[in-house]
């Protein structure tokens, strides 16, 4: 009689396969983890970009030159946010289709509206007028970066814009408004980084800047999202 030999892998032939799985897995996971946080960069770059869009070709000309917040009082810079691109600022009428000029919002969808979770779990610089105009408050709404953070609109005041820019020349109030999101961060969600760049200061850390108005200074320019 024949003697059936049923096919099978020896116990070194398995050893090798799950050592070359084992290779090829970490091989994978760094390619899979640095192309998701290249994502949630490259994102978070599209939507400063689109925010800037919606602020300079709509807002800043429907309100004659403002960056959002809700006095008209240009001296006053603890009030800009971009929770005035959903809500309309107190100060501005409605928009008069015969002047063009006016609040003609909401000129973003989508905000997320925060609640006391969400203003605990950010970290306390998120609240300073150090590195946020106005605060963070229950009920306003924000924009949110790659990583589940609120983008922040910074204003400088003149000196400290003439300063960043080196200006020989005091710069129009608001001229280095810009946006910063806190950038890579221990993980996706609220409390999981610092915003580190001050207002007065240029990007610090893993944050991410967008001026507005003023050119991009050198100092200030995003590292490429694949480093």
């Known amino acids: 009689?024949?003697?059936n030999k049923q096919a099978g892998m020896t116990l070194i032939e398995l050893t090798v396969v799950l050592l070359v799985?084992?290779?090829l897995a970490g091989l994978a996971i760094p390619y899979v983890s640095g192309t998701s946080r290249k994502a949630l960069c490259d994102a978070t770059d599209v939507s400063m970009a689109n925010i800037k869009r919606v602020i300079m070709e709509r807002y800043y000309l429907d309100t004659l030159g403002y960056a959002p917040k809700d006095s008209k009082d240009l001296d006053d810079y603890t009030d800009y946010s971009l929770d005035y691109l959903f809500t309309k600022p107190g100060e501005w009428s409605v928009f008069d289709p015969d002047s063009q000029v006016g609040w003609r919002g909401p000129y973003l969808q989508g905000g997320l509206v925060l609640d006391a979770s969400d203003i605990s779990s950010l970290q306390s610089n998120f609240k300073s007028t150090t590195y946020v105009n106005k605060a963070l408050a229950t009920s306003q709404k924000v924009v949110l970066d790659g990583w589940g953070r609120p983008f922040i609109l910074q204003v400088p005041a003149v000196a400290d814009c003439k300063t960043l820019l080196g200006l020989s020349d005091?710069?129009?109030?608001?001229?280095c408004a810009r946006l910063v999101s806190a950038g890579f961060g221990s993980?996706?969600?609220?409390g999981n980084a610092d915003l580190e760049t001050k207002i007065t200061?240029?990007?610090k850390g893993g944050d991410r800047i967008l001026?507005?108005?003023a050119p991009t200074p050198a100092v200030?320019?995003?590292p490429s999202c694949a480093d």
Do not use: C, F, S, T
Request: proline share 4%; aromatic share 8%; glycine share 12%.
């Open 201 to 203: 200061e240029h990007r």
């Open 220 to 222: 200030d320019i995003n």
């Open 211 to 213: 001026y507005l108005n």
């Open 21 to 23: 799985l084992v290779a």
């Open 170 to 175: 005091n710069p129009e109030k608001g001229y």
């Open 187 to 190: 993980g996706i969600g609220m």
């Open 1 to 3: 009689m024949r003697q």
